[in-house]
C-alpha cells in the first residue's frame, strides 16, 4: 500500500526555518517525481516545489525560490523540504504528493499526504 | 491570481448536472493534459479525473472532464450532497524556466 507522511510542521517566527519531512512506503521512490503543495488557511492549492526521482532535477514557484530547497534521500524513502528565511505568508499546511508515472514530472498526483501545518508567527 | 481561472463557487440541487470550468493558456491546458481534484472539508485532495478525461479506479462515472483548446471542464450529474466539496483544476506550464505545475483558484460545490 502506498503511503506518504508529512512531518516537521510547527510554529516558527518571521526570519527563522523549517525542514518537513515526507517518509514515502510502498512503492519505488527513487523512480517518481515527487511535490510539495502548500495550502493556506482558508485559501486554495498552490504549488510549491518539485523534484525528479533522481534528485537531479528541481523545480521552485517564485513565492519561494531562494528562500527553500526540496531535495531528496533514495535511500532512506524520504523528501525534504527545507524552509529558510520563513514569512507570515508562508503559513499553510503543506502537503506532499506523488506523481503518478514513472520518470515523469505532470501535475498527475495519484497520492498526497495528510499534510503537516506549518505556522510563521511571532 | 491564479494561473489557471475558476469559478469561485458552483451549486446545485440533489440530481442535478453541474459543470466547472477551468481556463488557462497555450502554455498550460493547450499543450497539456489537465487533472483534476476534489477535496472535502477537512482532508487532503484527491484526484478525481486525469489526462483531461479519465477516471481512476474507485470514481463514479458521474464524474466527467473535457478539454478544448485552452479550457477544461468537469461535468458532476445526478449531484450528491457528498458531492459538496472544493474542485481544483492542474496541469503543467511550460512558461517559466524549466515548467511548473499550476492549479486553478478552486471552486466550492455547495448542493443545495
Known amino acids: 500500500e502506498v503511503q506518504v507522511l508529512e512531518s516537521g510542521g510547527g510554529l516558527v517566527q518571521p526570519g527563522g526555518s523549517l525542514r518537513l519531512s515526507c517518509a514515502a512506503s510502498g512503492f519505488t521512490f527513487s523512480a517518481y517525481a515527487m511535490t510539495w503543495v502548500r495550502q493556506a488557511p482558508g485559501k486554495g492549492l498552490e504549488w510549491v516545489s518539485s523534484?525528479?526521482?533522481?534528485?537531479?532535477?528541481?523545480f521552485y514557484a517564485d513565492s519561494v525560490k531562494g528562500r527553500f530547497t526540496i531535495s531528496r534521500d533514495n535511500s532512506k524513502n524520504t523528501l525534504y523540504l527545507q524552509m529558510n528565511s520563513l514569512r507570515a505568508e508562508d503559513t499553510a499546511v503543506y502537503y506532499c504528493?506523488?506523481?503518478?508515472?514513472?520518470?515523469?514530472?505532470?501535475?498527475?498526483?495519484?497520492?498526497w499526504g495528510q499534510g503537516t501545518l506549518v505556522t510563521v508567527s511571532s | 491570481q491564479s494561473v489557471l481561472t475558476q469559478p469561485a463557487s458552483a451549486s446545485g440541487t440533489p440530481g442535478q448536472r453541474v459543470t466547472i470550468s477551468c481556463s488557462g493558456s497555450?502554455?498550460?491546458?493547450?499543450?497539456?493534459?489537465v487533472y483534476w481534484y476534489q477535496q472535502l472539508p477537512g482532508t487532503a485532495p484527491k484526484l478525481l479525473i486525469y489526462?483531461?478525461?479519465q477516471r481512476p479506479s474507485g470514481v463514479p462515472d458521474r464524474f466527467s472532464g473535457s478539454k478544448s483548446g485552452t479550457s477544461a471542464s468537469l461535468a458532476i450529474s445526478g449531484l450528491r450532497s457528498e458531492d459538496e466539496a472544493d474542485y481544483y483544476c492542474a496541469t503543467w506550464d511550460d512558461s517559466l524556466s524549466g515548467g511548473s505545475v499550476v492549479f486553478g483558484g478552486g471552486t466550492k460545490l455547495t448542493v443545495l
Open positions: 523534484i525528479s526521482g533522481s534528485g537531479g532535477s528541481t
Open positions: 504528493a506523488k506523481e503518478a508515472l514513472r520518470w515523469e514530472l505532470l501535475g498527475y498526483f495519484e497520492y
Open positions: 497555450s502554455s498550460n491546458i493547450e499543450t497539456n493534459f
Open positions: 489526462r483531461n478525461n
